[in-house]
């Protein structure tokens, strides 16, 4: 059992409102787990802790054994900066909204990190890009801009670009909701493929039949609190919390 990720007892308020409390999970080598839960269950919120957009209050955060955050006398306490850049090079983060640069071609927005935060051969990292945006099906569009590119068309240059990083394991943030219906079968087939070759992912997600099909592990937010966790087919199939029998109703009524 090979932990890439270990989040403990993770804190987190903004203000006097606390969105996190006490959580507490952990995801394996080549494992997909997926977070699902109703708006402003703190999903996002677990997930921009996870990537360190966010700071913890209170928790340890370690990924492949490397402490980002330790906690101490009930506060996260993290790690100096040198080691904070080893741990964010193993991991990469797909966000709702794309946030490609939009002055950047799709190549140069493949090509940019590996190059400036690696430090890596320009001629490597095209040959690279080149290759992963042929994988999502783009290699045609390399000198388009974004603002040229269809919504799925950007999010499938956003997952190259995360990619790029060659991450251990990769976070997507709603990576469909921006995307009307058809768009979003084109991401979902994609993080599809990933999930086949064996990259550790973690998803916040509203499609409840992609997160019965792809994951090892379901996690039911609600609340700031993990409602239930366990196999697709316990959370999603067999639900025994009353929270979370209700919102998956919901969800299958909308």
């Known amino acids: 059992m090979h932990k890439l990720l270990e989040i403990n007892h993770c804190k987190k308020n903004f203000g006097a409102v606390e969105v996190l409390t006490d959580l507490s999970l952990s995801v394996e080598k080549s494992q997909v787990l997926s977070i699902i839960g109703p ?39 993290y790690a100096e900066p040198a080691q904070l850049q080893k741990v964010r090079n193993m991991f990469g983060l797909v966000f709702q909204n794309f946030n490609l640069f939009p002055h950047y071609s799709v190549l140069k927005n493949v090509m940019e990190a590996p190059m400036l935060v690696q430090k890596r051969a320009r001629k490597e990292v095209q040959e690279e ?51 009307d219906p058809e768009l979003t079968g084109e991401i979902l087939r994609v993080i599809r493929g990933l999930a086949e070759k064996k990259m550790t992912m973690v998803i916040v997600t509203h499609e409840m039949s992609f997160a019965r099909d792809v994951s090892d592990q379901v996690v039911f937010m609600n609340g700031g609190l993990i409602v239930e966790q366990g196999r697709p087919e316990e959370v999603i199939d067999h639900p025994t919390q009353e929270r979370t029998i209700q919102f998956l109703r919901r969800m299958r009524e909308q």
């Open 39 to 77: 708006s402003g269950s703190g999903k996002s919120t677990l997930l921009r802790c996870a990537t360190m957009l966010e700071t913890m209050d209170g928790g340890d955060l370690i990924y492949d054994g490397l402490y980002a955050a330790r906690d101490q006398g009930g506060k996260a306490v």
């Open 129 to 179: 890009a080149m290759d992963l945006l042929n994988q999502m099906g783009l290699a045609d569009k390399a000198t388009a801009y974004p603002y040229q590119l269809s919504g799925g068309q950007q999010q499938r240059v956003s997952i190259a670009r995360a990619l790029a990083m060659n991450p251990k394991i990769l976070f997507f943030d709603e990576p469909t909701s921006a995307l």
